[in-house]
């Protein structure tokens, strides 16, 4: 990109040979002033400081084009240097410089003071306060930025792990359901295992054996559970859950005991038939909303519905806004009601409603699948982490405004630049006025040398002179020819 704006610099500095607006300096000059910017845009990245000064010099030239695109020296310079109070000292020795190198300029040197001095601050705006002002800000927002990202970045981090802290708890948690629910059964077969074995040993002896083989394996199959389940209970005096877990009675027993105004609407069948999973499942989720409920909005009222139909418990709890200020949790909960209804092949969401207050709703089979029968999808769904590159209303309205802080040094300018061309008269020397010559000089043979000078309502150009700085010289053109002259006093 930097040859891009090191090739338009110069081919800007080369304007003039082709677009006079003002006294076009010696040919060879405007193409040094060229060579000259387009050194300094192409060093300013790598020596902001040097860039700045070296700028100074090209305002003793009467190239315009070239002074204008010092805006874009002075922009991309003050973008490098991180210390104010040093960019600050170097911006003003570069206007004083630039002041200073003006004067060489024939056009300033007959100005009256009032119109140089207002000159010199117009220039030193939109020269250097205005292109300095957007570099520094352009330049302090790239490391802000990067800190903003670091954060942005840090903080996804905590919450995947947060995430996951939340899953594999859960997990954990459903290996401790596993091993109460399994050894319990498994108990049970060892136990009547025993009496089989004392029966057949009196009276069907040949089965005996086969009876002390079922015993034996039952026993060590729940030792081998009780070693490998047991390392994952997290909660060292679990909850007690039986046979009435996620039943009606139970669910009503939760809101009840809630100390929430919350109400039960419970429509289908009873879940007693239900897979013991889903059936803990459903108390899970009704008995967490309940819990977040009871912590961020307890004087809200709060209505929880199970549906059940078509194969299939369909949860949900409301509560409506509270007039308490909500705390911020750290969604855990949630997260982990997410994996163990995920795990179970059903759905699960958690968040405000329009009318506002918070829903908590969930959908799992009465029967799930076997755990190995799910797709990956289906038993665990992580949210992928926001896209840093999406293009939001707020980001697209801040890069037009970054790029109309860039761009409006450079167009004020020209603006500048233009103004001062068309309207500051241009000095004429008297041996050149009195070589003129009406119905034979061409109007385009004065504008090349002086410019266009200071246009007059009538239509004519008018110039100072060299010598006195209270006449002026009067041309008007018709047809492309000099139709009269003669000196005014001004």
Not at 238 to 247: A, F, V, W
Not at 304 to 321: C, D, E, H, L, S
């Amino acid at each position: 990109m930097r040859y891009v704006w090191t090739l338009l610099a110069f081919l800007v500095g080369l304007v003039p040979l082709i677009a006079p607006l003002a006294p076009v300096p010696h040919p060879a000059l405007t193409v040094a002033t060229a060579l000259w910017i387009a050194a300094l845009v192409w060093i300013a990245p790598d020596r902001p400081e040097w860039a700045l000064l070296l700028t100074a010099p090209l305002f003793a030239v009467n190239n315009l084009w070239a002074q204008a695109i010092t805006t874009i020296v002075v922009f991309t310079a003050c973008r490098r240097l991180p210390r104010l109070g040093r960019l600050w000292a170097l911006l003003g020795i570069m206007t004083l410089l630039q002041s200073a190198f003006s004067q060489f300029q024939e056009s300033y040197r007959s100005m009256p003071l009032w119109e140089a001095v207002a000159g010199a601050i117009i220039g030193s705006v939109f020269f250097v306060l205005f292109p300095a002002v957007s570099g520094m800000l352009l330049g302090r927002r790239r490391p802000m930025v990067r800190l903003l990202q670091e954060r942005n970045e840090y903080l996804e981090r905590a919450r995947a792990l947060t995430a996951a802290s939340a899953r594999a708890d859960e997990r954990a948690h459903i290996a401790g359901e596993m091993h109460d629910m399994l050894g319990h059964r498994l108990s049970l077969i060892s136990i009547h295992a025993g009496a089989l074995e004392l029966t057949t040993a009196r009276k069907a002896p040949q089965l005996h054996e086969q009876a002390e083989l079922i015993r034996t394996t039952s026993s060590l199959a729940m030792a081998e559970l009780r070693e490998i389940l047991g390392v994952l209970r997290t909660n060292p005096e679990p909850e007690s859950l039986d046979e009435d877990t996620g039943t009606r009675s139970d669910i009503a027993a939760l809101v009840e005991g809630s100390g929430l105004a919350a109400t039960l609407d419970w429509s289908g069948d009873d879940l007693h038939g239900a897979d013991q999973r889903t059936r803990r499942a459903v108390h899970r989720v009704v008995r967490e909303a309940l819990t977040n409920v009871a912590k961020h909005a307890p004087s809200a009222r709060t209505r929880v519905q199970v549906a059940v139909q078509a194969g299939r418990a369909r949860i949900q709890v409301v509560n409506g806004p509270s007039p308490a200020t909500p705390g911020r949790g750290t969604r855990r909960g949630l997260i982990g009601l997410e994996e163990r209804v995920g795990l179970l092949g059903g759905s699960f969401s958690a968040g405000p409603p329009v009318e506002g207050g918070f829903r908590v709703a969930a959908d799992v089979p009465l029967n799930p699948p076997a755990q190995a029968d799910l797709t990956a999808t289906e038993a665990v769904e992580v949210p992928p982490p926001p896209a840093a590159e999406v293009l939001t209303v707020p980001r697209v309205l801040g890069g037009g405004c970054l790029g109309l802080l860039t761009l409006l040094p450079i167009a004020g300018a020209l603006i500048v630049l233009l103004l001062f061309a068309l309207f500051n008269p241009t000095q004429m020397n008297a041996p050149y006025f009195d070589s003129l010559r009406v119905g034979v000089t061409a109007e385009g043979d004065v504008y090349e040398e002086f410019g266009l000078g200071q246009l007059g309502v009538d239509g004519c150009s008018r110039f100072r002179t060299s010598h006195n700085p209270d006449l002026s010289y009067k041309l008007c053109f018709r047809d492309g020819r000099l139709s009269s002259k003669e000196q005014e006093r001004t």
